[in-house]
Structures are given as C-alpha cells and as structure tokens.
C-alpha cells in the first residue's frame, strides 16, 4: 500500500519558519517526480513546489519564490518544504504529492499527481 505521510505542519507568527517532510512508504518514488500543494478554507487546492526526481528542475508558485524551498533525499524516500518569512496567507493544509507516471497536465496541476498525503496544517498568525 503506498503512502505519503505529511509532518511538520503547526501554528507560527507572521515572519516566522517551518519545516515540512512527507515520507513515502509502500513503493521508492525516487525516479518520481514530487510536489507540495496547499488548499486553504474554501478555496481550491494550489500548486506550491515542484522537484524532479534528479532535483534538476525545481518550480516554485510566484506567491513562495525565495522564501519556500524544495528538496528531496531519495535514499530515504522523502521530499521537504522549508518554509521561511511565512504570511498570514500560507495558512493552509499542506499536501505533498507524488506523480506516478507520463501525465497530460502541466507540473501545477493537481491532475498531475498520482498519489496524495493526507495533508498538514499550515496557520501563520499576524
């Protein structure tokens, strides 16, 4: 049974960091592709980072660049999103997701993933 497991996620101030880790089990996703996304109360689920399987590509949203970053370690089956100088708008549950094989859709597109978490809560206080 695969599964994605989100950790890290808790309350912080405005100007603060977090870490988030998402550890994978039941298949290796390391020739995977992976992604953290983010879905706030009514409002749909928005794309937030991206990282290749080799690392050579990473996206980011407009709205995180140069204060969120992606990495993964393959040996251990796990990808992360450091998150700094958060605002009050990240607050959000945050998933992070696996693509399982050749997709149709763009990298920013939920469709594109295979395989979610169950997501962390993310709430960044003014």
């Known amino acids: 049974q695969v599964q994605l497991v989100e950790s890290g996620g808790g309350s912080v101030q405005a100007g603060g960091s977090l870490s988030l880790s998402c550890a994978a089990s039941?298949?290796?996703?390391?020739?995977?592709?992976m992604a953290w996304f983010r879905q706030a109360p009514g409002k749909e689920r928005d794309f937030v980072a991206r990282i290749t399987w080799s690392a050579d590509q990473i996206y980011y949203a407009d709205s995180v660049k140069g204060r969120f970053t992606i990495s993964r370690d393959n040996a251990k089956n796990t990808v992360s999103l450091q998150m700094n100088i958060l605002k009050p708008e990240d607050t959000a549950v945050y998933y992070c997701?696996?693509?399982?094989?050749?997709?149709?859709?763009?990298?920013?597109?939920?469709?594109?993933?295979?395989?979610w978490g169950q997501g962390t809560q993310v709430t960044v206080s003014s």
């Open positions: 997701a696996a693509q399982g094989g050749p997709s149709y859709w763009s990298y920013n597109n939920p469709a594109t993933y295979t395989y």
């Open positions: 039941g298949r290796t996703f390391s020739r995977n592709a």
